[in-house]
């Protein structure tokens, strides 16, 4: 495509955290026929971030003229439309990578309406909707159905169904971590690996209490423990620390050549969470050949096969899989193909080539 006839996309992120950023970074890297106008804000703050957007941008956008909107659910998409005629028109697609009414509360928050109600206005103001799994869209739904049933008048009928017609499934592409350079790396079957974040929502307690049990089994393991953490560590990661210093093969944030050797070396990786709308680090892992032990919900059902999932919330049950793996040996890897870069352009070609009524030719898939 001449570049003088590329389509100016407004790119519009509000709360550019892990995920947020690979799934902006590989649209501009994988569509160079669209002439994409970036505005992005930190991943922080999360309430002045979901519903102050329109204020932090108000005079970024102010005159900026495109041809579409790619929006994420954190963007409150209605009043930016609203503040500027300008972009009213624009076709738009309104993406979620989470939605409010499936996210865990933590010990010291208030669940408030408001998020929910920016997200339900921001996919009523788009033509187009899509979430990055069918838990995503299915959860948003169901909560907005709740919600609508508890208000006490004028809610005129079929808005969940509304959206639901709109909405379509185009989960974040993520591609199998480099390999490292040099000899295939050797497979270590009993290093455990935990690479999310240690926060509340991703239950890192249940971990810890997990591997407690595992080793009262008479089990040697060895662990690599990758992600964010906050300061100061949480009691979790204290306690997993003090009991098993002598197991722990890595313990932070890693480079990322080095964070990818360790997927490529891990034979198992866990996932504990209370949430999580498509899980790219258990993805990630797992398509290094890890062998990924998940809760039997959320969106994991869709992605893993049952020999992959155990009782969501019971920490005996995972240790009593992790001892089964150990001992036995590891079940085959599992296959995530299914949600790699070269299966999922398709449909993303698509989608952008019906928001902006262009062709496009995308460029080969690349690791971002």
Not at 62 to 76: L, N, P
Not at 111 to 134: T, W
Request: hydrophobic content about 40%.
């Amino acid at each position: 495509m001449n570049i003088d006839s590329r389509p100016r996309v407004l790119l519009l992120s509000a709360y550019r955290a892990d995920s947020h950023a690979v799934w902006a970074d590989a649209l501009v890297a994988t569509f160079p026929d669209i002439e994409w106008l970036r505005f992005e804000l930190p991943g922080r703050h999360f309430r002045w971030r979901i519903r102050g957007n329109p204020i932090s941008w108000l005079e970024a956008l102010e005159g900026v003229r495109a041809d579409a909107i790619v929006a994420t659910s954190m963007v409150d998409l209605a009043t930016l439309r609203g503040l500027h005629p300008p972009l009213s028109a624009l076709p738009a697609l309104y993406y979620f990578h989470e939605n409010q009414f499936a996210y865990p509360v933590g010990e010291h928050q208030v669940r408030s309406i408001e998020p929910q109600m920016v997200q339900i206005y921001g996919a009523l103001s788009a033509g187009r909707i899509a979430f990055n799994s069918a838990f995503n869209r299915d959860s948003f739904l169901d909560g907005l159905r709740a919600l609508l049933r508890r208000m006490p008048d004028a809610v005129p009928p079929g808005v969940p169904e509304r959206l639901a017609d709109r909405a379509r499934i185009l989960p974040v592409p993520v591609p199998p971590p480099r390999r490292p350079e040099g000899a295939t790396p050797e497979r270590d079957p009993d290093l455990i690996l935990w690479n999310h974040r240690w926060e509340y929502d991703k239950r890192p307690e249940l971990f810890a209490e997990a591997l407690e049990r595992l080793a009262a089994r008479g089990r040697g393991f060895r662990l690599a423990l990758l992600g964010p953490r906050p300061k100061p560590p949480p009691e979790a990661l204290q306690r997993i620390r003090e009991r098993f210093g002598t197991n722990i093969v890595a313990d932070g944030r890693l480079p990322r050549a080095e964070y990818d050797a360790l997927l490529w070396r891990a034979g198992i990786v866990v996932s504990t969470t209370a949430h999580e709308f498509q899980g790219l680090s258990m993805l990630e892992a797992s398509g290094a050949g890890a062998r990924p032990l998940v809760p039997d919900a959320l969106c994991y059902p869709e992605q893993y096969p049952p020999e992959y999932r155990y009782p969501a919330g019971d920490p005996e049950a995972l240790a009593a899989r992790l001892d089964t793996w150990l001992t036995d040996g590891l079940p085959p890897p599992a296959d995530v193909r299914a949600l790699e870069p070269d299966t999922l352009l398709p449909a993303w070609t698509r989608a952008l080539e019906e928001l902006t009524g262009r062709p496009l030719s995308p460029a080969p898939a690349t690791r971002t």
